[in-house]
C-alpha cells in the first residue's frame, strides 16, 4: 500500500489544522493505522492511532483531547484533526500502516509509510 500525506502547514498557537492520508495499491481497511511525528533533533514519536474498523482510538498523553484520529474506509483515507495547536506540535507528520486489527506504538512495526507533512505552530 503506498500512503500520501497532506494538509500541513504554518498555523498560529490556538489554531488547526486537519491532516489526511491517502492511500492507493491496497483497501486501507485491512490496516490499523496511526499518525506519527518527528521534532528536529528528537525521535519519531506516535502521536495518534485508530484500529482497523476504526472502533477504537489511542493517543499520546501530549495530545490527548487537542487531537482526533478518524478513518473513512470507503475513502482511503485517514484524517488527523489539530486542535488548539501548540508550538511543541511543530514535527513533521507521518501517516503509518500496520498489517493488523490491533494499534500498536513503536515505528518498527509499521511497515508502510507516508512521505510526511510538516506542521510549524508559531507562538
Known amino acids: 500500500v503506498q500512503l500520501q500525506a497532506s494538509g500541513g502547514g504554518l498555523v498560529q498557537a490556538g489554531g488547526s489544522l486537519r491532516l489526511s492520508c491517502t492511500a492507493s495499491g491496497r483497501t486501507l481497511s485491512r490496516y490499523s493505522m496511526a499518525w506519527f511525528r518527528q521534532a528536529p533533533g528528537k525521535e519519531r514519536e506516535f502521536a495518534a492511532g485508530?484500529?482497523?474498523?476504526?472502533?477504537?482510538?489511542y493517543y499520546a498523553d501530549s495530545v490527548r483531547g487537542r487531537f482526533t484520529i478518524s478513518r473513512v474506509n470507503a475513502e482511503n483515507t485517514v484524517y488527523l484533526q489539530m486542535n488548539s495547536l501548540k508550538p511543541e506540535d511543530t514535527a513533521v507528520y507521518y501517516c503509518?500502516?500496520?498489517?493488523?486489527?490491533?494499534?500498536?506504538?513503536?515505528?518498527?512495526?509499521?511497515?508502510?509509510w507516508g512521505q510526511g507533512t510538516e506542521v510549524t505552530v508559531s507562538s
Open positions: 503509518a500502516a500496520h498489517d493488523a486489527g490491533v494499534v500498536v506504538v513503536y515505528a518498527s512495526l509499521y511497515a508502510y
Open positions: 485508530i484500529s482497523r474498523s476504526g472502533g477504537n482510538t
